[in-house]
């Protein structure tokens, strides 16, 4: 059964910094795309960053662009997203996906997992 299962959520201050991390329980965890969405309070659940495979290119959303950063590690089967700078607006559900296209599309993603809340504080 694939499993994934975020953790490292929390309250923070604004401009202070968390990491998230995603243990994914996926056979060739290598061959998959990974990424993360978040949804805030009240809106709809956004792209925010993802990673392809073993190529290690690297896709986010504008918002978080030069703030947060994606990575992972094929040995231990978990992708990270490093959030700096962070921002009251920032606050969200922060979401796990696996898939095999480096897509902003949710539908693209078959493998979810059930969220970390984010809370920055101003």
């Known amino acids: 059964q694939v499993q994934l299962v975020e953790s490292g959520g929390g309250l923070v201050q604004a401009g202070g910094s968390l990491r998230l991390s995603c243990l994914a329980s996926l056979s060739a965890f290598d061959s998959y795309v990974m990424a993360w969405f978040r949804q805030a309070p009240g809106k709809e659940r956004e792209f925010a960053a993802a990673?392809?495979?073993?190529?290690?290119?690297?896709y986010y959303a504008d918002s978080v662009k030069g703030r947060f950063t994606i990575s992972r590690d094929n040995v231990k089967n978990t992708v990270y997203l490093q959030m700096n700078s962070l921002k009251p607006e920032d606050t969200a559900v922060y979401y796990c996906?696996?898939?095999?296209?480096?897509?902003?599309?949710?539908?693209?993603?078959?493998?979810w997992g059930q969220g970390t809340q984010v809370t920055v504080s101003s």
């Open positions: 990673i392809r495979r073993s190529s290690f290119s690297t």
């Open positions: 996906a696996a898939g095999s296209t480096p897509t902003r599309a949710q539908n693209e993603y078959p493998y």
